[in-house]
C-alpha cells in the first residue's frame, strides 16, 4: 500500500526532504532539476506542489501525508490532523509599512486598514479581532511593492531575517502568527492506512527528540 507525501516547492523544500531522510524515507529525487512533479520511491509516492496547496491535496485525499508551513495552514482552514511541528523553516507572518509613514501603526488609533497580502483570510480574521476593518487587496508576486507605490498603507507577509523589508524601505510592526513545518495527514487516510501513517509518525516523533 503506497503512501503519497506532498511536497512544498521552494524555500521548505530542501529542509523537508533532509528531515524525511532522517526518518529513512528516501526523497532525494525531489531535489534534482527537472520539470517531474510525481516521484515514486521505497513504497512512496511524492507530489511536487506549490506551497500553499499543500493542504488542499491532502484536505481531498489526493495526499494522504504533507508537509505544511503553518501560516499556510491557518490561511487554508482545512479540517486537517496535524500531529507534529517538524521544527524548521522558522518564520512569521507579520505586519509592515515603509519606515517613514506619516501615521505609524497603532493598534488603538487605527479604525480601518489598507493592506497587500497572500493571506487574505488570517489578514482579515487578524485584523477584525482587534476591531479593526480591514482592506485587503490580494497580491501573489512581491507584496512589498505594494506600498511603494501607494497600492497600499502596509503589507502582511512572511519574514524571516527582515532583510527584504529593509532594502524596500519597509520594517515590521506587528506579528501576526509565528510559523514552522508542521505534518498533515488526511484523517481518512489515517483510518484507512493506519498500520503505514502510524509508523511515520512515530519514526518522526522520535527524530525530532533527538533533534533538541
Do not use: W
Not at 532522517?22 to 517531474?36: G, P
Not at 490580494?138 to 529593509?166: F, K, M, N
Not at 487516510?189 to 516523533?205: D, Q
Amino acid at each position: 500500500m503506497e503512501i503519497t507525501f506532498a511536497l512544498p516547492k521552494g524555500r521548505l523544500l530542501k529542509e523537508s526532504v533532509k528531515f524525511l531522510l532522517k526518518c529513512q524515507i528516501d526523497a532525494e529525487e525531489t531535489l534534482k532539476e527537472s520539470r517531474k512533479l510525481v516521484f515514486r520511491k521505497g513504497g512512496f509516492k511524492f507530489l511536487l506542489v506549490k506551497p500553499m496547496d499543500v493542504p488542499t491535496y491532502v484536505y481531498y485525499g489526493a495526499a494522504d501525508v504533507g508537509i505544511a508551513g503553518k501560516d499556510v495552514i491557518e490561511e487554508k482552514g482545512y479540517e486537517l490532523y496535524e500531529p507534529l511541528d517538524l521544527g524548521f523553516g522558522k518564520c512569521r507572518l507579520s505586519v509592515a509599512e515603509p519606515v517613514n509613514i506619516e501615521e505609524p501603526y497603532d493598534l488603538e488609533k487605527l479604525s480601518s486598514i489598507r493592506v497587500a497580502t497572500k493571506y487574505p483570510k488570517t489578514t482579515d480574521s487578524y485584523f477584525r479581532s482587534k476591531g479593526i476593518h480591514p482592506e485587503i487587496i490580494v497580491l501573489y508576486g512581491s507584496v512589498e511593492l505594494a506600498p511603494l507605490v501607494g497600492l497600499s498603507d502596509r503589507i502582511v507577509d512572511l519574514v524571516q531575517t527582515g532583510t527584504t523589508l529593509r532594502e524596500n524601505g519597509l520594517r515590521e510592526v506587528d506579528v501576526i502568527l509565528n510559523s514552522t513545518a508542521r505534518l498533515v495527514v488526511n484523517r481518512a487516510s489515517l483510518k484507512t492506512k493506519y498500520g503505514k501513517i502510524k509508523p511515520i509518525i512515530e519514526k518522526m516523533k522520535e527524530v525530532i527528540a533527538n533533534q533538541r
